[in-house]
């Protein structure tokens, strides 16, 4: 079965870095769109970042746009999310998430915080 198991949250304070990882199995990973949303408290799932099947193609949420990249490595399968310059806002759970599938992780936590 599909099975995306979330890394490398944690507490940080503003203006540090984290780097989140997915790790996917159960799916043709290297023919998938991948993606990373995130939801705060009270807020909805919002999408953070995108990349193509074959990692060439990459999108971002304009809030995170330009301290944020997204990465793949279709031999291990995995989708990372290197976060850089960090604010409160960014607090909250990440998730990645095969486009256009119905498969979620149990997402990690960032909390971002003095």
């Known amino acids: 079965q599909v099975q995306l198991v979330e890394s490398g949250g944690d507490l940080v304070q503003p203006g540090g870095s984290l780097r989140l990882s997915c790790a996917a199995s159960?799916?043709?990973?290297?023919?998938?769109?991948m993606t990373w949303f995130r939801q705060a408290p009270g807020k909805e799932r919002e999408l953070v970042a995108r990349?193509?099947?074959?990692?060439?193609?990459?999108s971002y949420a304009d809030s995170v746009k330009g301290r944020f990249t997204i990465s793949r490595d279709n031999r291990k399968n995995t989708v990372d999310l290197q976060m850089d310059s960090l604010k409160p806002d960014d607090t909250a759970v990440y998730y990645c998430?095969?486009?256009?599938?119905?498969?979620w992780g149990q997402g990690t936590q960032v909390t971002v915080s003095s």
């Open positions: 990349i193509s099947a074959s990692g060439t193609v990459t």
């Open positions: 998430h095969p486009l256009a599938t119905k498969y």
């Open positions: 159960g799916f043709t990973f290297s023919s998938s769109a």
